[in-house]
């Protein structure tokens, strides 16, 4: 699970499922489950841990926590300084409008807990992209055919919530099998496939970089 440590951090890499905090049924945030892990000795770090930011709970990748307060405080003025380089790599089966660009506007929640993008830019979301298609032959598509599935590559510049979902959403290529955003929409892909991938989103951050805190 630990994919990176040094004197003052940890980098694991988050499974999909796990919130940051305890949800509504009680299953552990992301935090609890790490101190459990401790407990039964399946975690290599015994020391303490500061959490200094976040991801979804459906997304999977590199979470960050300080082992120090110190640390934590100066990884957090990182972040909130825009002082971290983040990328994201999503699965949809949407066609996009074109291979790469920037997507940006400010963001207004909706109803059911989700976002929208707004054409207003007060204090955008700013999602810079880039994708390419690839054919999924496993599943087969009922007629014979091999989906046709499209990877991003996404670095957002700012922090919002559900940004890199509603970035997708507005580029007609919905993140597969995100409920709140795709809903039933496949565009061509096998329903098999859909429900197979339904317990959990394709998305990851699959890499962040943030220079090393002295505390």
Request: charged share 25%; glycine share 8%; proline share 6%.
């Amino acid at each position: 699970m630990i994919v990176f440590e040094n004197d003052g951090l940890i980098a694991v890499n988050k499974p999909p499922g796990i919130g940051f905090h305890v949800d509504e049924q009680g299953n552990a945030g992301i935090l609890q489950y790490i101190r459990s892990l401790q407990a039964e000795e399946r975690f290599d770090y015994r020391g303490s841990l500061h959490p200094v930011h976040r991801i979804d709970k459906v997304t999977s990748g590199c979470l960050l926590f300080a082992k120090t307060r110190g640390a934590a405080s100066e990884l957090m003025t990182k972040f909130r300084e825009r002082n971290v380089d983040k990328y994201y790599v999503a699965v949809s089966a949407g066609k996009p409008s074109k291979k790469q660009g920037t997507v940006k506007g400010d963001m207004a929640r909706t109803r059911r807990s989700a976002w929208k993008l707004l054409r207003t830019q007060d204090n955008p979301a700013v999602t810079s992209f880039i994708q390419t298609a690839f054919e999924l032959t496993d599943p087969p598509s009922e007629d014979g055919k091999p989906p046709m599935l499209r990877l991003f590559l996404l670095k957002p510049s700012t922090g919002k919530t559900h940004q890199i979902r509603v970035a997708m959403k507005c580029l007609s290529s919905p993140i597969l099998g995100d409920a709140i955003y795709a809903g039933n929409a496949a565009k061509g892909v096998d329903v098999r496939l859909q429900r197979r991938k339904s317990k959990s989103y394709l998305c990851c951050r699959g890499r962040i970089s943030i220079p090393t805190p002295q505390g």
